[in-house]
């Protein structure tokens, strides 16, 4: 309560944004999760944040089993941008905001 409005008002927004994505099922919530949480990160020079320091951030998400569909699905909507090493392709190396929410 001793928070400034703007601050009160983006947390009633935030908390209303995530419930709203609840009701689109487990999916939408974690694309939601993913989406937010990248558009708070700090990215690199080069605009990127790496996916360990994301899945630390997350790290109540499962990898393979939440956050990486979750990634995947964003990628695909134009999202974001992932780039992967040739070491191991199917795992995001670094992710590129392009949307913020």
């Given amino acids: 309560m001793r ?21 689109h099922g487990s999916e939408a ?9 990248l558009s708070r990160m700090r990215a690199d020079a080069d605009g990127f944040v790496s996916f360990t320091r994301l899945r630390d951030i997350l790290c109540d998400m499962s ?3 939440t956050l ?23 795992l995001p190396d670094r992710v590129q905001l392009r949307i913020p929410l």
């Fill in 63 to 65: 990898g393979s089993g």
């Fill in 29 to 37: 919530y974690a694309e939601g999760v993913v989406h937010y949480a």
């Fill in 3 to 23: 928070a400034a409005p703007a601050y009160q008002r983006a947390a009633v927004y935030v908390a209303n944004y995530a419930t709203a994505l609840r009701k």
């Fill in 68 to 90: 990486v569909p979750a990634l995947l699905r964003l990628e695909e909507a134009g999202v974001i941008a992932i780039t992967r090493t040739q070491e191991a392709p199917p």
